[in-house]
Structures are given as structure tokens and as C-alpha cells.
């Protein structure tokens, strides 16, 4: 990839004159985005109509339902319309658009990948019409003036940024396997007690049923401390220092939009760091292993620090396997949220210290590659993201074999 030093305006990309050191190639143009992608309205699809079937049902917030028909053949790119205002999805296969998205009917030629990734370097929020409810209308998006480039310029930025979505689809995989065996290894052990020697071990009655002998029944809030994060106000966001972490920031990471705080006047215990247990008690109620570095805590969120002689790594699947109660016990007609009475009114058949000792050594270095490619993808979305409005407005020129 080569940097190009000047950026040629509009009109001398629709001549032909930018070419050459000061410029883009003159294979790129100006043209009106209705000239290149045709967007159409989705269709509509009741919840009652939507069922388990092999074509996603995409709405403005992606896909979250399927049918047993689509609408249209994919490789298809689609936009959030109403509500989620221009987040863009890319649908391998066949698909259902739904009506609060616009999809790309015709794509006149171009590459439905790059497509996808350029619609991402557009501000759509800017062309919204809705008076209460974000809206757009195709109508305003076709006349739009883009900078365009030729098909094989297309197709090998496409393959750039393609590259690191899948290296990153890569990682969240192994992420999953990584879950998935730890989370057994836990339910194993601890739910259905086949732990190692379990044969021929003595069972007791116990308030949560029959329990292996020498196991100890003990609420939650007998296990660790609850520390709820400090009560951030709007006033005390800015654009350096820690990054403060609310809800969003566990689903999502650390992003552009993540304000931060200089940390001083905060104390000590509202500071996380890689590998804290946080307890989302209100709106998403789940329990999440931190990964992004040094940050601050909002409140809504529990810094779970546990008791002497219980693990970290044992804390969390143990709130991990019993979020279902605790959801259960959560109150609130909108926002749902558990109280922190309820901390003392789930319980968990507590094993020996020995046994926990053994299940640590087993799960603690899973948790550290999962840290660790949680990182790796971080990484490769900053790096992404930094390529991503460069490639695409003609910055950088990729050049043959440079993928």
C-alpha cells in the first residue's frame, strides 16, 4: 500500500485529472451513489410470521430472527432505516430484508464487499427525516456525490479489509471454543458433581437438594465483595484519561465514542484492569471476564472481588451458571435490574478448597487466552478502522499484490 500525498477534489476526479503525485489514479470518479447502488425499501414480516428457518430475517439492528423464505438473493448489503439509523450489514446467502432497512437492490456491477465497507464511512445520521423515530429515505442517499473506484481497485480493498474481518471472526471462535470448554469443565464439576473420584463419594441432603459431603451451601454475597462502580455525571466525561465503563463498553469494548476521566479524586476501587469479574446488575443482568485494560467503573456494574481462598476464575463461572436465578429475582416494568438483596438469596453448593484449587489450575490459563485474544481483536478492529476511511477515499492506493 502506497500513501498518496493529496487527496484531488471532486471535480478533478470526475475529469480524470487527478492522476499522477498529486492525486488519486484517474480510474476514480465522482458520481452520484444512485449511480452505483440502487437501495430499495425492506419488506414487511410480522413476528408471528417469522420462524426457525435457514434465511435471516435482517432488521436496522441485524439479524435477530429467521424464515423459512427470503426475499432476496444474496450476496446482499442492507442499512438500518428506522431506528438504528445507517448501521450497514453484509449477508453471505439469500436473506429477508425487513422493513425498517434499506437494501441494495442493484449493485450495477460492483462488489457487494465493498459495498459493505463503504457504506460504513458514511454519516447517514445527517440525512435523517424522522420527526420522532430516526428515519432515512433512499430518495436522499441516491443524489449523494461519492469518490468511486474502478472494479479491481474494489476488489483488493475489499480483500484488505476482508483479511482482518476474518482474522477477527477467527479469534471470536477460538474465543467461544475456549468459553465453552471452561464453562463444561465448571458444570461438570459443580452442577452435576463429576468431579475427579466423585465415584463412590457420599451425598447429604442440603437446602439446595442432595449435595457431595463436605460441600458448604453459601449465598453469593458470602463468596466476594460487591463493588458497585462510582456514580459518573455527564460533567465529568471528557476526552483523555481512563476510559469509563458502562454496559456498552462490555458488549461493544472500548470505542471512539467511550469517555474518560482522568482518575484523579476517583478512589482506588473503582479501577479495573485485565481479568476483573464484572456483574452487570441492571438492563443486561450478565456476568462478564474484563479485557480491555485499565478503566474506570460506572456505576450499574459490580467489581466482583472475592473472599480469601476463592478464585476469580471460580467466582465468575459460579455467577455465570446462576444468572438465570438471579434474573428471576430482577425487578422493573422498562429497565430491568437485580437488587443486592438478591446477593443473598441465590445459593451455590460451595466445593472443597482443594477441589477449587484443582478446577483454577485447569481453567485459569483458558481465561488467559481468551484475555489475550480478546486483546488480538481489539487490536485488529483499531487497525481496521484506521484503514478503513483511508482505502476507501483514495488516501492509500493499493496497488496489484499488495493484499
Not at 429467521?66 to 438473493?73: E, G, I, L, Y
Not at 482482518?164 to 471470536?172: H, K, M, P, S, V
Not at 476469580?312 to 459460579?318: D, G, I, Q
Request: net charge positive; proline share 6%; charged share 20%.
Amino acid at each position: 500500500m502506497t500513501k498518496k500525498r493529496n487527496t484531488p477534489t471532486a471535480d478533478s476526479a470526475k475529469n480524470g485529472k487527478g492522476g499522477g503525485e498529486n492525486g488519486i489514479t484517474m480510474a476514480w470518479q465522482t458520481i452520484l451513489l444512485g449511480n452505483v447502488l440502487t437501495f430499495q425499501r425492506g419488506f414487511d414480516i410480522t413476528k408471528n410470521e417469522q420462524s426457525d428457518g435457514p434465511f435471516p430475517v435482517i432488521s436496522s439492528s441485524g439479524a435477530k430472527s429467521s424464515h423459512t423464505n427470503f426475499k432476496v438473493r444474496g450476496p446482499g448489503v442492507i442499512i438500518g432505516r428506522k431506528g438504528s439509523l445507517g448501521t450497514v450489514f453484509f449477508s453471505d446467502g439469500d436473506y429477508w430484508p425487513h422493513s425498517t432497512t434499506l437494501y441494495v437492490k442493484d449493485f450495477h456491477g460492483n462488489d457487494p464487499k465493498f459495498a459493505y465497507y463503504f457504506l460504513q464511512t458514511m454519516d447517514f445520521k445527517r440525512l435523517d427525516v424522522g420527526a420522532s423515530n430516526p428515519s432515512l429515505n433512499r430518495n436522499h442517499i441516491h443524489p449523494i456525490p461519492v469518490l468511486w473506484p474502478p472494479l479491481p481497485t474494489q476488489k483488493r480493498i475489499a480483500g484488505i479489509l476482508s483479511a482482518y474481518d476474518d482474522l477477527i471472526e477467527n479469534c471470536q471462535r477460538r474465543i467461544s471454543i475456549l468459553e465453552n470448554m471452561a464453562r463444561g469443565l465448571y458444570r461438570e464439576w459443580f452442577v452435576h458433581f463429576r468431579f475427579p473420584g466423585h465415584e463412590g463419594h457420599p451425598r447429604v441432603n442440603s437446602p439446595l437438594g442432595e449435595i457431595p459431603e463436605g460441600w458448604e451451601v453459601r449465598a453469593f454475597s458470602a463468596i466476594a465483595h460487591y463493588i458497585n462502580g462510582y456514580a459518573f455525571k455527564p460533567r465529568d466525561w471528557s476526552a483523555d484519561g481512563l476510559p469509563i465503563i458502562k454496559i456498552k463498553e462490555l458488549k461493544a469494548g472500548i470505542t471512539a465514542d467511550t469517555p474518560r476521566n482522568s482518575g484523579e479524586g476517583i478512589p482506588e476501587k473503582y479501577r479495573i484492569s485485565d481479568g476483573c469479574v464484572l456483574f452487570s446488575w441492571s438492563a443486561d443482568l450478565d456476568t462478564y471476564l474484563w479485557a480491555g485494560g485499565q478503566g474506570l467503573l460506572n456505576q450499574h456494574l459490580f467489581n466482583v472481588v472475592p473472599f480469601d481462598a476463592i478464585s476469580l476464575s471460580y467466582c465468575f463461572h459460579a455467577l455465570k451458571e446462576s444468572m438465570p436465578q438471579f434474573r428471576a429475582l430482577s425487578i422493573g416494568a422498562t429497565m430491568h435490574h437485580i437488587k443486592r438483596s438478591a446477593l443473598d438469596q441465590v445459593f451455590l453448593a460451595l466445593p472443597p478448597k482443594q477441589m477449587r484449587k484443582s478446577f483454577e489450575a485447569l481453567v485459569e490459563p483458558v481465561h488467559l487466552q481468551i484475555i489475550n485474544l480478546t486483546k488480538h481483536i481489539q487490536t485488529l478492529r483499531r487497525t481496521r478502522n484506521v484503514l478503513l476511511p483511508r482505502l476507501l477515499s483514495g488516501q492509500i492506493e493499493v496497488g496489484e499484490g499488495e493484499e
